[in-house]
């Protein structure tokens, strides 16, 4: 039986964005070279651990997640199981960190710049914590005008919810653009074999979700 936070914020499970995120990195479409590069409430941190063993590989790969246990010792077991994976040159680190709180020191890691590269992967169902996941986002998120951050969210996220994330980031000073998918990008692209899941069942759970990229704005905010 899972215990603690586990419970409550699903951080064992593997959900369709971070299969999204997982066959763009393998596609070459999600690349980090020798960027810093952070995920936020990573849970099992497919996407950030994937582009920690690309090569050229980001310098820093920072997985993050709600500092309970029980949460934190699944984040760290599966950082071991594949750190012999992990490409020369790039460091991972897990580390807890509750969104709104102190961001200080995941920055650390980053002397101080911020991260290059910020990887949101199904988080917006929460809704009622939009303002502190913003703000946490916000805080990490380089200000360079090569930055981004990449967002997933599953369809069965409400819309108006997704639009309650992206308003608050606007007013934060960070613009997201949809990415909408190109014809002939429907089925799934992947080469790597995933356990119990079949092409069409993988392309039936990159279809369920939605993509957005994100970046400073260049005007001032109003």
């Known amino acids: 039986m899972q215990e603690g936070k586990a419970n409550t914020l699903l951080a064992d499970h593997l959900f369709s964005p971070g299969l999204f995120f997982a066959e763009r990195i393998e596609r070459g479409l999600l690349r980090a070279p020798h960027l810093n590069v952070i995920e936020l409430g990573a849970g099992s941190a497919l996407p950030s651990l994937l582009l920690s063993t690309v090569v050229p590989s980001p310098t820093t790969v920072v997985v993050t997640d709600y500092p309970d246990p029980g949460i934190l010792g699944n984040l760290a077991r599966n950082v071991q199981r594949n750190a012999h994976l992990v490409s020369p040159g790039c460091t991972v680190h897990c580390c807890g960190h509750e969104w709104g709180t102190d961001a200080a020191p995941l920055l650390e890691y980053t002397a101080g710049r911020g991260y290059d590269l910020v990887i949101l992967s199904d988080l917006l169902h929460f809704h009622s914590s939009h303002e502190v996941l913003v703000?946490?986002?916000a805080a990490l998120f380089a200000h360079?005008?090569?930055a981004r951050v990449h967002v997933a969210?599953?369809?069965?996220t409400k819309p108006d919810v997704c639009n309650n994330f992206l308003g608050l980031s606007a007013r934060a000073g960070i613009i997201f653009e949809e990415r909408l998918p190109e014809v002939g990008d429907q089925e799934w692209m992947g080469q790597s074999a995933l356990s119990g899941l079949?092409?069409?069942?993988?392309?039936?759970?990159?279809?369920?979700c939605r993509y957005w990229v994100g970046s400073w704005r260049t005007l001032p905010v109003p």
Not at 153 to 156: L, Q
Not at 198 to 208: E, S
Request: aromatic share 4%; glycine share 4%; hydrophobic share 35%.
């Open 135 to 137: 703000s946490s986002m």
């Open 144 to 146: 360079s005008p090569d």
């Open 153 to 156: 969210a599953g369809k069965y």
């Open 198 to 208: 079949n092409k069409a069942d993988l392309a039936t759970r990159k279809a369920a």
